[in-house]
């Protein structure tokens, strides 16, 4: 492509957007309207996941040393238990730091406070690099001899339920914005429809004096780029102060002020590229789709 | 040169617009094609501008088979065509300046080429001074032929011209051909489809008569010899 063509495809796409102000406009904003639904509904399932992520870090696995063991004897067994796999970290926890906590949680209660520490096993809280593997991690560490059998506290069903919210976001997610992505495309390729429609003895002519299809359908595929960038940046804008507004609200809300919100600043770079190449592939894929059967003259 | 040998065009619809046709047009003649409504005329310039294809039959424009012809073979072979129509095919919003930019445009032509052709061409025809006009601001005869300047400005061997007169009084129609004729003189083969008695007849050109999708005669007159 020439640097004169590229520029004429340019301005006679911008052109077909403004002379067809008010279907761009519907066109645009109906965009950003699935672009913010699609984008909602991502921020959410990202502050979900980074909500699970962190209910799963809490998740941990407790497995007692066997009674009797010194803490020296105790501490060494940390190296074997980092040794197994899918093990992320391992907390060592002594019989005294064990009774203590113990008490603690009882201190209005006399009948605990009395219990010797040696009562208590030493003990490592291990973080797991991937909680749906809890039940096999657990058999591994009841093989160490050091542990045995029906010595590992592991959470199985708080993990399959966090692992079955996690899939059931994900797929909702996923069908979401896979339907709001073909809307938009289709609304799109209506907008771009028209302007063809509109411009049909123009292509008429340019078929008649020999331009190549090619030469045709790049100003609509313009088009449809402007619109769909247009979209995704006022798109963009429109979900940061969306996203800022609720965090805020969250922030301030006594009720649910414990629901910690990723900061949108941390993350306002994927939102964008994610935006734009979304707005930008719906508005090209949107003009070709329109302009394919106005080019079999 | 155009060639069409025993050319059969049948429609989805089942309509049978041409039976058979040949016929020949050597380059640098000047040809009338006449005939009744529905024997073929249209069908025989949607074929030779690649529009549609034979369903039997041989069809040969300027060096391109059009039976066999790839589709990105079709823009290069219609540009060594111009088309001419009755209703002109202007664009409304655009001045004959602007409209015969976008006709070079078109084809991937350049700013410096598009600055030499269109004075060129709107001098052969006459409108040199009218470039700035909107086509509504110009008279039918004036309006055709901005739209014969625009069938030549990529410089065609053949200009095929359906009914150009078809919409102007007998005085713009008889210069519209004179035109025709200057540019066939030229050196351009130049196709005109028309079902004007008296104007062919002014005209000592050859004459292709179609009746039901096949030549029924060919010769100088209305009424040539086959």
Same mark, same amino acid.
């Given at each position: ?209 020999? &331009? $190549? #299809?090619?030469? @045709?359908?790049?100003?609509? !595929? ?9 979209? /995704? =940046? *006022? ?15 969250? &922030? $301030? #809300?006594?009720? @649910?002020?414990?629901?910690? !919100? ?9 939102? /964008? =590229? *994610? ?23 | ?226």
């Amino acid at each position: 492509m020439g640097r004169h063509n590229f520029f004429y495809f340019a301005r006679e796409g911008a052109y077909n957007m403004f002379s067809h102000g008010f279907m761009s406009f519907a066109a645009i904003g109906i965009t950003v309207a699935c672009l913010l639904i699609m984008g909602t509904f991502t921020l959410v399932a990202v502050n979900a996941n980074a909500m699970l992520a962190e209910l799963e870090s809490q998740n941990q696995v407790l497995a007692f040393v066997e009674l009797g063991m010194t803490e020296v004897e105790a501490r060494a067994v940390e190296k074997d238990i980092l040794a197994v796999d899918n093990v992320a970290g391992a907390t060592f926890i002594s019989d005294k730091e064990a009774a203590a906590a113990f008490r603690g949680r009882y201190e209005d209660d006399e009948l605990f406070q009395g219990l010797p520490d040696e009562n208590f096993p030493h003990r490592f809280a291990i973080d797991l690099k991937d909680i749906g593997r809890m039940s096999q991690t657990k058999a591994d560490l009841e093989a160490l001899p050091e542990i045995g059998p029906g010595n590992v506290n592991a959470y199985e069903d708080e993990a399959a339920g966090f692992i079955t919210i996690r899939n059931v976001a994900g797929i909702v997610c996923v069908v979401l914005i896979a339907v709001l992505f073909l809307v938009s495309v289709f609304i799109i390729a209506n907008t771009i429809k028209l302007t063809t429609f509109d411009r049909r003895d123009e292509i008429a002519i340019m078929k008649m004096v020999g &331009a $190549t #299809n090619g030469f @045709i359908r790049w100003p609509f !595929v313009y088009e449809g780029f402007l619109l769909g960038l247009f979209s /995704a =940046v *006022i798109g963009f804008f429109l979900q940061w102060g969306l996203y800022e507004a609720v965090a805020r609200s969250v &922030a $301030t #809300n006594d009720t @649910i002020n414990l629901i910690s !919100v990723v900061p949108f600043e941390t993350m306002w770079e994927y939102v /964008a =590229v *994610i935006f734009a190449g979304a707005g930008m592939l719906i508005g090209v894929g949107g003009s070709l789709s329109a302009i394919r059967k106005f080019l079999q003259v | 040169m155009i060639r069409l040998t025993d050319v059969v065009k049948e429609y989805p619809n089942g309509t049978h617009a041409l039976n058979g046709l040949s016929m020949e047009i050597q380059d640098g003649e000047f040809v009338f094609m006449v005939g009744p409504s529905g024997s073929g005329k249209s069908t025989v310039i949607k074929l030779l501008i690649g529009e549609i294809e034979p369903s039997a039959g041989r069809v040969m424009v300027n060096g391109f088979s059009l039976q066999n012809i790839r589709e990105w073979q079709i823009p290069h072979m219609r540009r060594t065509v111009g088309v001419i129509f009755q209703d002109f095919r202007l664009i409304d919003h655009k001045t004959v300046y602007d409209n015969m930019v976008f006709a070079m445009r078109a084809v991937g032509s350049g700013p410096r080429e598009i600055k030499k052709r269109i004075p060129y061409c709107l001098n052969l025809v006459g409108l040199e001074n009218k470039s700035r006009r909107l086509p509504s601001e110009l008279s039918g005869g004036e309006q055709q032929r901005v739209a014969i300047a625009r069938a030549l400005l990529n410089n065609p061997s053949t200009i095929i011209a359906d009914e150009p007169t078809g919409n102007l009084d007998p005085a713009r129609s008889l210069e519209i051909m004179r035109l025709l004729e200057r540019i066939n003189a030229l050196g351009t083969t130049v196709l005109v489809v028309t079902h004007e008695k008296d104007l062919v007849n002014r005209f000592d050109k050859r004459v292709v008569m179609l009746e039901r999708g096949r030549v029924v005669s060919d010769g100088k007159g209305w009424y040539g010899r086959r």
